[in-house]
């Protein structure tokens, strides 16, 4: 089973920087493509970011060049280097593994942008 766990979520003024941390196991972390995901209150979750197995990454408009995806296979964990965060950055943000049709979820970790 695979198991994904969401760290490095708080409490942040705007134009602050979080980085959040998704420790993976029960997989071959290295062949998969992992995502970050965001939902704010009272929105539909949406796809922030996104990092395939060869490195290859993507971005929602609303982050590029603020955020940053990467991920260590030594370690089986997915990054989400955020910077110049805003307050519409406010939301649960949920790490996604993906193989093939197999897709499983974290917990997620709250982060809160104050204006």
């Known amino acids: 089973q695979v198991q994904l766990v969401e760290s490095g979520g708080g409490l942040v003024p705007a134009g602050g920087s979080l980085r959040l941390s998704c420790a993976v196991s029960?997989?071959?972390?290295?062949?998969?493509?992992f995502g970050w995901h965001r939902q704010a209150p009272g929105k539909q979750r949406e796809a922030v970011a996104e990092?395939?197995?060869?490195?290859?990454?993507s971005y929602a408009d609303s982050v590029k060049g603020r955020f940053t995806i990467s991920r260590d296979n030594a370690k089986n964990t997915v990054y989400l280097q955020m910077n110049s965060l805003k307050p519409e950055d406010t939301a649960v943000y949920y790490c996604r593994y993906r193989y093939g049709l197999k897709s499983n979820w974290g917990q997620g970790t709250q982060v809160t942008v104050s204006s």
């Open positions: 990092i395939r197995s060869g490195g290859d990454t």
């Open positions: 029960g997989t071959t972390f290295s062949i998969a493509a």
